[in-house]
C-alpha cells in the first residue's frame, strides 16, 4: 500500500500550491475529524457535528459535561501545538509529555498532574479477555528515552510505517495515567506530518479493529496495525485530491 500512498501523494503535491483558502478548510476538517474520532474512541459522547459547532463558534453543548467539552478543547490545542512544532523540531519526549499536559490542562477530577509519567502500574482488559500489563511505572523513563532512540534510529524506515510502528510501541508503554491512546495517535501523526503527510485519522467506527490491531502488535504481528494507519493515510490523501 505504501507505493499507492506516494502516488498519491504526489497527485497532491502536483496540485501545489493549493489556495490558502481551502488548504485552510482542509484542515480545519482534519482537525475537527481528528479531534472527534479520537475523543470518541476514549468515550467521549460529542458527536462529530456537535465537536465541530464547539470549535468553530465557541458555545458550549447543552447537556454535555464540562470534562467533555475540555477534552475537545485541549485536543484542538494540542493539533495546534503539533502543527507549530513540526516546523523546526522532531519527535521528542518533551513533545509527547507536552501533549498529554495540554490534553489535560484545566480538568480538575483527575489524581495525576499532566505531562508527568504515571506513577503507579496499570493494565487493560483486551479485547480476546486477556489482562495486559503494561510497562511497570519505574521503567517508564528508562524505556521512553529508549523509544525516542529506537525513533531517531529508524527515520529511514517509510515514515507511514514509522508512525504506525511508534505508535503501538507508544502505546504498549503506556507512559501516563490516563490519555495514553490520544497521545499515541498524537505523536503518529507528529511523525506523518513532519514527512508531508497527511494525519492518518483512525475512525470511531473502526474502534474494534483497531484495539485488535494494537493486541495483534503486542504478540509481535505488526502488519495489521501498519495496514490500519496506512489505509487511514491513504483516505487523508484522497480526500486531498477529492475537493
Known amino acids: 500500500m505504501f507505493n499507492q500512498i506516494d502516488a498519491l501523494r504526489i497527485e497532491v503535491d502536483k496540485k501545489r500550491p493549493i489556495d490558502p483558502k481551502l488548504m485552510n478548510t482542509i484542515a480545519q476538517k482534519f482537525r475537527e475529524e481528528w479531534t472527534y474520532h479520537t475523543n470518541a474512541i476514549e468515550g467521549n459522547t460529542f458527536t462529530y457535528r456537535e465537536t465541530a459547532f464547539f470549535l468553530r463558534e465557541g458555545l458550549t453543548v447543552k447537556g454535555k459535561s464540562l470534562r467533555e467539552h475540555l477534552e475537545i478543547i485541549n485536543h484542538a490545542e494540542a493539533i495546534d501545538y503539533l502543527n507549530e512544532a513540526i516546523k523546526q523540531r522532531d519527535l521528542t519526549e518533551r513533545i509527547i509529555k507536552d501533549f498529554h499536559a495540554i490534553l489535560f490542562q484545566g480538568v480538575r477530577d483527575i489524581d495525576f498532574s499532566p505531562g508527568d509519567y504515571k506513577k503507579m502500574d496499570n ?4 479485547m480476546s479477555g486477556n489482562i495486559h500489563q503494561y510497562t511497570p511505572a519505574v521503567q517508564v523513563p528508562y524505556e521512553m528515552e529508549r523509544l525516542i532512540e529506537w525513533y531517531n534510529g529508524n527515520l529511514h524506515m517509510h515514515p507511514v510505517k514509522l508512525a ?15 490519555g495514553n491512546g490520544r497521545v499515541s495517535r498524537l505523536a503518529m501523526n507528529f511523525i506523518l506530518l513532519k514527512n508531508g503527510y497527511p494525519p492518518a485519522i483512525i475512525r470511531n467506527e473502526k474502534r474494534e479493529d483497531y484495539y485488535i490491531a494494537l493486541e495483534q502488535a503486542d504478540n509481535r504481528d505488526l502488519e495489521p496495525i501498519i495496514d490500519l494507519i496506512a489505509s487511514e493515510v491513504k483516505a487523508s490523501l484522497e480526500l486531498m485530491l477529492s475537493v
Open 123 to 126: 493494565h487493560v482488559l483486551t
Open 164 to 178: 504506525a510502528v511508534l505508535h503501538h510501541k507508544l502505546a504498549a508503554i503506556h507512559p501516563f495515567t490516563d
